[in-house]
């Protein structure tokens, strides 16, 4: 089976597990799960899911186990993208072709349907810990918690708001989307394998790849808000010169900005020799990233 067709698949398998966990009964549940389901099943590339299933089967774990693990990590990411695109925030219109949450149901349902799907992620990976009765479960819940939260995602938002300026450093960027970006990608992996059962060498592993993996994603998402199709991104380009943000291309120009890319791709997939599993679906996902449409 291809890369391609194989990642599809996976996606049939996981999108209609992902809403089950999503239900409302009273007339403020309804809407709370509406404004949920919204924004979780308006598409995207799932990829931190697609990444925690693969590791976790790739070191010897099956699809029920990770399971909750991947549908609450891919609402973890969704909450973000909703409270990213806040007027407080990004200011965004547009997400995955459609109208942003706070469009579609106002700023105060869109807050309160980010904090709906953390709050059910952290549920869902509870309840999978407290049936799996296995250390294992609590480890992967912890990896996840701790890369969304103020020592992981949240600190890069915080640095990314209040500490950008022209006069930005390319360690002070690479700080920032290691941790906006780079701590829930790596998270997704590391928890994927630590759920199949990797070693702590292989751990040490998957952690500095997981790194290098969320980094490489937002310099080419630097890139694509340059030159990016809207149409195909679903989402509006050049916001980043709009809200006066410091990017690669900003920093080190286009061109350089690509071959950073390309050197980064090649040291990743270097990297991954090192694992003791099949990395012929990491090393396609570092591929299909490093060249998203542009």
Same mark, same amino acid.
């Given at each position: /089976?291809?890369?391609?067709?194989?990642?599809?698949? +996976?996606?049939?398998?996981?999108?209609?597990? /992902?809403?089950?966990?999503?239900?409302?009964?009273?007339?403020?549940?309804?809407?709370i799960s509406e404004c949920m389901l919204y924004s979780l099943t308006a598409g995207g590339k799932r990829i931190r899911p697609m990444l925690l299933l693969e590791f976790c089967h790739a070191y010897g774990g099956g699809f029920k186990e990770s399971i909750p693990f991947a549908v609450a990590i891919e609402m973890i990411h969704t909450y973000s993208l909703i409270h990213d695109d806040l007027p407080c925030m990004d200011d965004d219109d547009l997400r995955r072709g459609m109208p942003t949450s706070h469009i579609k149901y106002g700023e #105060?349902? &869109?807050?309160?349907?980010? #904090?709906?799907? *953390?709050? +059910?992620?952290?549920?869902?990976? +509870?309840?999978?810990?407290?049936d799996s009765h296995d250390n294992r479960a609590l480890k992967a819940m912890q990896t996840i918690a701790k890369a &969304?939260? +103020?020592?992981?995602m949240i600190l890069g938002q915080v640095a990314d708001i209040k500490y950008q300026s022209r006069e930005m450093s390319l360690e002070s960027l690479d700080y920032i989307n290691c941790h906006k970006t780079g701590k *829930?990608?790596?998270?997704?992996?590391?928890?994927?394998?630590? *759920?199949?059962?990797?070693n702590e060498m292989e751990l040490s592993h998957v952690e500095t790849i997981g790194y290098k993996?969320? *980094?490489?994603?937002?310099?080419? #998402? #630097?890139v694509l808000d340059v030159v990016g199709d809207e149409q195909k991104l679903g989402k509006k380009t050049k916001g980043d010169a709009k809200n006066e943000k410091t990017t690669y291309p900003a920093l080190l120009g286009l061109e350089e900005t690509k071959t950073r890319i390309k050197l980064l791709e090649a040291e990743i997939l270097n990297l991954a020799?090192?694992?003791?599993i099949d990395t012929t679906f990491l090393e396609e996902t570092v591929k299909f990233l490093s060249c998203r449409e542009y």
């Open positions: /089976m291809s890369y391609l067709n194989h990642y599809s698949y +996976t996606i049939e398998k996981f999108e209609p597990e /992902m809403v089950t966990y999503i239900k409302g009964t009273s007339a403020a549940s309804q809407l #105060d349902m &869109a807050v309160l349907a980010g #904090d709906g799907l *953390l709050n +059910t992620a952290f549920e869902v990976m +509870t309840e999978a810990a407290l &969304a939260g +103020t020592q992981g *829930l990608l790596m998270a997704s992996m590391y928890a994927g394998a630590v *759920l199949g059962g990797a993996v969320g *980094l490489l994603f937002q310099i080419v #998402d #630097d020799k090192a694992l003791s």
